[in-house]
């Protein structure tokens, strides 16, 4: 019983020390936050920050996954290498990034709303060809459904599909993300932010800059709102018919069941091939160099 007391004590100690600490980091990194990187642009009376570099005759819009904490440092590596030939542009919905945080509606048709009056009136206009990662998938698709148009192309990142969330159980995952939330209050996530959970490439600053913005407002009351939205996403989806452009699909490695509905998505496309990766979902964490030489080829035949 006395060997028990000690070690909870202890946890607790450890616990109260770590938020603590915390605290006192975020004061420090506000000055780093200050430094914001990319444009801001009003949209619902809130600021929401789109980044863009390069040139070129086309341009690529980069879609981060659920709760990743920087889109703009997350997609770096990959985007370094498509730069000289492309215009790129990377959203920070509203909840990611240097975006506010909004306690308001985000169902996928209000979020594909704010993000192309945000493109619009930062003035990168004209046919996209979307990068979307992870959950992006979904608004991807329903850009190309919507506003044919505006899309030329799709490059999915290990995205998700429809089917992905068929056996979706959205309380859990608000429980998990509730508590992950949790984590980011104690200070628990600043453990998770360390170099070797980031990319390679990125340079100290960068992977300095990506940890002090997770543990400032990672998983955030936005953020977790956009889960909620998933089933009636899909349901939208599903009630009409696929998008009509040609599409490139990147797939993480050791999962057969995503892969072959990655495969089963491609086969009701008139232009769609899959690439299975040997690495992690952060498709574009690992294998960017070839991800960039794939883009480059697959981008040249739309021509």
């Known amino acids: 019983m006395y060997v028990t007391v000690v070690i909870i004590l202890l946890l607790l100690l450890a616990l109260i020390s770590l938020f603590i600490y915390n605290r006192v980091m975020l004061v420090r990194e506000k ?32 879609l981060s996954g659920s709760g990743t904490a920087s889109p703009i440092v997350d997609f770096k590596p990959l985007y370094r290498c498509l730069n000289n030939d492309y215009r790129i542009a990377v959203v ?11 306690d308001s509606e985000r169902d996928f048709d209000t979020i594909l709303r704010q993000d192309r009056e945000a493109l619009a009136k930062l003035g990168i206009t004209g046919k996209y060809v979307l990068c979307p990662h ?4 979904l608004e991807a698709i329903l850009w190309a459904q919507k506003y044919p148009d505006e899309v030329e192309a799709i490059v999915g990142l290990d995205i998700a599909l429809p089917r992905t969330y068929d056996n979706y159980d959205s309380r859990s995952a608000q429980r998990t993300m509730k508590l992950a939330a949790l984590a980011r209050i104690l200070g628990i996530v600043r453990l998770y932010y360390n170099g070797s959970n980031l990319p390679e490439p990125l340079s100290k600053e960068d ?6 913005i997770g543990c400032r407002s990672a998983i955030n009351k936005t953020v977790r709102n956009e889960g909620l939205a998933i089933p009636k996403a899909c349901a939208e989806i599903d009630g009409a018919p696929l998008p009509d452009v040609p599409t490139l699909l990147f797939v993480s490695g050791g999962k057969p069941s995503r892969l072959a ?23 574009h964490w690992y294998e960017y160099e070839r991800i960039s030489e794939e883009m480059k080829r697959f981008i040249a035949k739309l021509d």
């Open 31 to 62: 000055a780093m936050l200050g430094h914001q990187i990319g444009q801001r642009v009003t949209v619902d009376g809130n600021s929401m920050c789109i980044y863009s570099e390069g040139s070129g005759n086309r341009t690529l819009v980069f």
């Open 92 to 102: 920070e919905k509203f909840g990611y990034g240097f975006s506010d945080t909004v």
């Open 134 to 137: 992870s959950m992006s998938g």
């Open 207 to 212: 992977k300095r800059l990506y940890k002090a």
């Open 261 to 283: 509905l990655q495969r089963e998505y491609a086969s009701g496309l008139a232009e769609a091939s899959v690439v299975e990766l040997e690495c992690g979902h952060y498709v």
